[in-house]
């Protein structure tokens, strides 16, 4: 099993911005698909984006596509999500997510979850 663990959350203001990451430990994240959730306060865990096993495709929502970008680095066994021009909307508990099937939008087909990370975006 992989076990991951996010940091980088924090408060921003709108229009600026933050970068988390997810390091993985116990397995490469290479071997898995990865992707970054978020769940706002009395709403659902919804998919943010995605990256492929070895990374060569990514997947966006289309609230966040233009504005956030996932990235991986296999040196440092870490997933990264750097999210630009932030909205107040953007405000959510972020999570990564390891499964098998690239690019899925639903939280059931991943596996395993790391513990979260606060994003504040300030208006």
């Known amino acids: ?7 980088g959350g924090g408060l921003a203001q709108a229009g600026g911005s933050l970068r988390l990451s997810c390091a993985a430990s116990g397995r490469t994240f290479s071997e898995f698909a990865m992707g ?3 769940q706002a306060p009395g709403k659902e865990r919804e998919f ?3 990256i492929s096993r070895g990374g060569n495709i990514v997947y966006y929502h ?3 596509r233009g504005r956030f970008i996932i990235s991986g680095d296999n040196v440092k066994n870490t997933v990264y999500l750097q999210m630009n021009s932030l909205k107040p909307e953007d405000t959510a508990v972020y999570y ?3 499964g098998t099937y690239s690019g899925s939008h639903y939280a059931s087909e ?3 979850w790391g513990q979260g990370t606060q994003v504040t975006v300030s208006s």
């Open 36 to 38: 970054w959730f978020r």
């Open 48 to 50: 943010v984006a995605a």
């Open 1 to 7: 099993q992989v076990q991951l663990v996010e940091s």
């Open 110 to 112: 991943y596996d395993y």
């Open 96 to 98: 990564c997510a390891a």
């Open 62 to 64: 289309d609230s966040v």
